[in-house]
């Protein structure tokens, strides 16, 4: 597997990283933040499963292609 999409990906770490955060720090409640969380890996998760069954997304991770 490779990273397709190395900006989708940038951005979904950052937002994991700063609702992790704003958790940890008590900003905001767990049950604020774990849902939102959990959305976020959902997000990246399925698109990596439409990209597999061959749905036409641009994958955050991906299969490796051949450059031949």
């Not at 937002?15 to 933040?33: E, H, K, N, R, W």
Request: overall charge neutral; aromatic content about 2%.
């Amino acid at each position: 597997m490779t990273l397709q999409n190395p900006s989708k990906a940038l951005i979904a770490l950052v937002a994991l990283i700063c609702m992790t955060v704003l958790i940890a720090v008590g900003s905001i409640d767990s049950d604020q933040g774990l849902p939102i969380i959990t959305m976020i890996v959902g997000y990246a998760v399925g698109n990596g499963i439409a990209a597999k069954k061959g749905e036409p997304v641009e994958p955050i991770i991906g299969a490796k292609r051949d450059s031949n």
